[in-house]
């Protein structure tokens, strides 16, 4: 975006102040409602003052361009990308370029077909309900410069918040439903980015043209019946929640000295934005219902996401805030109603809540407390991705049982061509007869996790050799492991190639539960063309098995049962029972594995006051006869 410099008009004023001059508002002091929009009417209108001076003074319609193009004028952009073209708040990207820009006085309308081809003076108090009379139509503090087609698509209608936009400018601006409560005709709504300037340039049009306001004003969806009101309550209720919402920018500063030096007057709501709430009062101090239906899912060691239902408000919804054990976390907008909760720590009790605040600020009702425990952290039995040959038979070793063909490692062809292990029954370009197997180098013990899961990724090409995933807890890593019993590898079923073309043929097995599967096993991929099939080129990559470790169920050797109760606590008593006697060893520790209290006893039945303790989880160690039983205890 180039800089375009032109020559402009000097406008020479009475007066010559950057800001208010000192006792300009003096008039207004200690006054509210009515009563204080009267006096403030008497500041910035255009009739002479005691001293004969006038305030408001009416420049023409014509003069708008130049007082846009002056310097500091606030309507060059000097704001985002400090280029000197026209700020267009119906066009300016607040975060990013613009689909297009302009330069004072060269690109003014005009004729325009499109959006991007020339700009012109918007008028935010629509000419048809003031009937295009002046001083009104030359205002500067309400007519400020926009595309023209875009200020032909915005027409008439007055400012809301849109559903189902039937047009959208090339910044956002849209136009359409209203949602805002109190009307659902059509409206334009700018982006956020201007809303609090718009707000706050109708509003001055409602306190300076009080006086001017008659019966052949065009009564319509926002003008009220009468002139102290001036616009009905809802648009007033918009009007103000967009001035909280979007506070005083130094844009708005800028152009409010900017028409102070053009025409003479200011707009007191940019000097004293509280001036709005003590003239019409707060319109909202009704806070949201609270969130409703707060839920938990997708429940991990280390991450939890949580749901609710929309909260209510008679305005509308600014944000939510979601709260963790009694602190605030994170802010979200309206529109999302989840959050994933990240970077917890596993087998501990969180506690959550989420509020609801409206576009006045105010702040619902928590929602109902919502407890939820982290899982045991997740644990990985075997990993192994084949990108180190030299590690891999740390892992898996090769077994095979007809031929000196076996598993070999490969350079490509794993997945996203990485390295990966490789099976193909051809030697000399002739297919021989091969029985091959790809076992893990020790067994596995699935008796200390549970929820076990098995991934992998497999390429197949040529062929109709059946590639199988078995284990065993009879093989002891010697002899052949034909000689042992075998199972499939319970919900794994790896397809054959479907055509034997030399086609590369894709599986990949993701998170499935082998849960079935228990004690210490070996677990193989088998090749087998003894039978007869036609040889498969089999590649394996990125192979996986993780589980979580058992704590609170844990199955001991010595069948120690332990019941404790009530789990959580609602009270400062705990209860254990023991279906064995002898001395028993009771361990208290909190998740950073301190001790806490440490107790022996001989009794079947035990009772433990932990009053002493404040409420949240706890890990309890239960030793007897050399082994121990860990149980999660949650104290409320």
Known sequence: MKQ????????????????????YYNSAEGLSGYQLKTALISIIDDIDDENGQSHHQDQGYNALFSAYASENSGDTDDYFENDGTV?????????????YNYEH????????????DCYNREHLVPQSIFNSASPMRNDYFHVVPTDGAVNGARGNYPFGEVSNPNYISSNGSKRGENKFPGYSGTVFEPIDEFKG??????????????????NSWKTNEVLANNPQDFFVDWYIDLLLSWHVSDPVSQREIDRNNNGFQYQGNRNPLIDHPQFAYEIWGDPDNLPPTAPQNLQASNIKDSSINITWNPSQDNVGIEKYIVELDNINLVEVSSQTLNYTVQELSPER????????????????????????????????????????????????VSVSEVNDINWKCIDNYGEDNTQGYQMNAYQNNEQVLSRDWLITSDKIDFGNYEVEKISFWASASFGNTKL??????????????SNFDWQEIPNVDIPLHPDSSNNLFVYKANKIDI??????????????????????????????????????????????????????????????????????TIEVYDLNGR???KRRTYLKNYAENLSQFQSGNYLMKIKHEGVSQIKRLVLK
């Open 4 to 23: 375009y410099i032109f020559p402009f008009f000097l406008f020479a004023f009475c007066f010559s102040y950057a800001q208010a001059p000192t006792g």
């Open 87 to 99: 700020l267009d708040i119906y066009s300016e990207v607040a975060n990013g370029s613009e689909a």
């Open 105 to 116: 006085v060269l690109n003014q309308c005009g004729n325009y077909n499109n959006e991007g």
């Open 197 to 214: 300037d718009i707000a706050r340039s109708v509003l001055y049009f409602a306190i300076r043209y009080e006086d001017e306001f008659n």
């Open 349 to 396: 009790l969180y506690n959550f809540r989420v509020y609801a605040v409206d576009k006045s600020g105010n702040v619902s009702d928590p929602s109902e407390n919502l407890e939820v425990v982290t899982l045991s952290e997740s644990n990985i039995l075997l990993k192994e991705d084949f990108e180190n040959c030299n590690t891999v038979a740390g892992n898996l």
């Open 468 to 481: 199988q995933l078995l284990y065993s807890s009879s093989y002891d890593g010697n002899g052949n492991p």
């Open 515 to 584: 849960s079935e599967i228990s004690g210490e096993v070996y677990i193989a991929f088998k090749y087998d063309t003894a039978t007869g099939e036609n040889a498969t080129k089999w590649t394996v990559d990125n192979f996986l098995i993780e589980g979580e470790q058992l704590l609170s169920n844990f199955t001991f050797r010595d069948k120690l049962e332990v019941l404790l109760y009530p789990n959580p606590s609602k009270n400062d008593k705990i209860h254990l029972d023991f279906n064995k006697g002898g001395v028993k």
């Open 595 to 597: 001790l806490l209290l």
